[in-house]
């Protein structure tokens, strides 16, 4: 069973994610809700492991987006789903950039998030709207992939693990990870760097090395 914990200041929001995942399937439990990033990171027991996915408003208390808070708790090892009613492109960037998995405008409503949930539980990537048109205007620089490292790219955004990916291309684990690392380091150079495989893929879309179909 799927188990997340939902962090937001409003109860309505709140209790509305919990009846679509006792909705959903397969089914998502709900093992904790906290009103704010520091009662989340204070809390003890189930909510503090065992944890598939953090649902994660920005704003508390009419304060600006934390970004602070979103970046420990990514740090503690979280699968971080953002679910903001912001959408600006360059925060949007910065949350996936932090390590984010996915980022969501509550206008999305509870197709989109189940989806992202049941992904992020699978350790796969989910491309929101939200995203797709944050990345859509990233006017950055593209760095330069060979046929190679695309093709690497591609595969580990369509399998759950690295271990497919060099048994699908007749190649070692160690050969995908290098890959994998030098996407990376060209990424860093040209000051966009991606820490995270959702970060990855909507630079990746956004840059035209992949599409939303082949996802």
Request: proline share 5%; net charge negative.
């Amino acid at each position: 069973m799927i188990r997340i914990a939902i962090v937001d200041d409003h109860p309505l929001i709140r209790d509305g994610v919990r009846g679509w995942c006792a909705a959903a399937q397969p089914h998502i439990l709900v093992a904790a809700d906290h009103p704010d990033p520091a009662a989340f990171l204070a809390a003890t027991g189930p909510d503090r492991g065992d944890l598939d996915a953090i649902v994660l408003d920005l704003q508390f208390d009419q304060r600006a987006p934390d970004l602070t808070a979103l970046a420990t708790i990514c740090a503690r090892g979280h699968r971080v789903v953002v679910y903001s009613q912001h959408t600006e492109p360059h925060l949007v960037r910065d949350c996936l950039d932090l390590g984010a998995v996915t980022y969501l405008s509550k206008t999305e409503g509870r197709e989109h998030l189940i989806a992202a949930l049941h992904a992020a539980a699978d350790v796969r990537p989910y491309l929101s709207p939200t995203m797709a048109r944050a990345m859509s205007t990233d006017a950055d620089d593209r760095p330069k992939l060979s046929h190679r490292e695309r093709e690497v790219l591609l595969a580990w955004f369509q399998t759950e693990s690295k271990a497919l990916v060099a048994q699908q291309l007749y190649i070692t684990v160690g050969t995908v990870n290098t890959h994998l690392e030098r996407i990376r380091a060209k990424y860093a150079a040209v000051g966009r760097s991606a820490p995270t495989k959702a970060a990855l893929v909507a630079r990746a879309i956004r840059d035209g090395l992949i599409t939303t179909d082949e996802l």
